[in-house]
């Protein structure tokens, strides 16, 4: 997007993990993207898309950008009108979208201009064999469905007293944290979250600690989210029991966390080094608080 003294605001829309960034030209908003994942109230229905919708209130310049992966790995294929795939290895990422791309530095890229009231759907897909039409993934349906998976879920919610908002926003980040799959729970969804910016301490925090589970199932307890926190236990002890002997740290598949793997290639959060995948967590016996 184009345009002078140009900024942007981001938030989430209340009470949901959707989020909204609005774009603006001095005083005046030029279009509203939104993001999120699709949420469904079957349990056993999972979605490994990402959706956003970008709708212009003005005429708006737009140059979109899709480089996943590492710059010398990525593979493209470009599928006419429908989007592009980025590989690496046997992982994939696939951009659908209507648009058509050009490969330019090794970055899929497009550029379209979007008039007033128009609505550009966009969606990011893992895994995909072949490219479907936009319309295949029924966006807006899915936009209002997981709008109402959010709203009722924070209903559940017995807590009525001050900062009830702010408490609220909490429980709606700790439970998207849950890998719904397994019903475990990760400390972060980064594998380079530092301690201090530029520091070497950074750490992959994708992994489900035990000494800190009690804190969240208590938490959920409390504020009347019986089903997660049942689960969330019920989930640890089936684990423990079948290996017999407890660590300090899970994956998401509650198996043991792979040691520590440094990538020298890449750069952290505001340039902190280096990032590092796996954790020797694993291999310790952690049970401060």
Sequence with gaps: MNGNEFYSDISYEEDTLIVKIDYYN???????LIWFMPMHHEPSIYFPEI???LEAFYPTDVELNFAPFKT???KFNIYENKGVKASEGERSLTLISNDNF??????????????QGNIKWLVLSYGLD?????????????????????????LKSNYEGIESKSLNRSFLIIKGLFFEPSGFMVAALTPSLPES????????YRYMWIRDTSFVIEALIRAGYFDEALRFYLNIVDVIEKEGKIY???????????DEVIDEELEGYYGSKPVRFGNNAGRQLQVDQ
Excluded: C
């Design 26 to 32: 001095k005083k005046e908003m030029l279009a509203r």
């Design 51 to 53: 959706y956003a919708r």
């Design 72 to 74: 010398n790995k990525r």
């Design 102 to 115: 050009e490969i330019e530095d090794n970055i899929a890229k497009s550029q379209f201009t979007l008039k």
């Design 130 to 154: 072949f490219p479907l039409s936009i319309n295949a993934f029924h966006p807006n349906f899915r936009l209002n469905e997981t709008r109402k998976f959010w709203k009722s879920w924070v």
């Design 197 to 204: 910016i530029g520091g070497g301490r950074n750490w992959d």
């Design 248 to 258: 300090s740290v899970y994956t998401l598949n509650g198996k043991k966390a792979s």
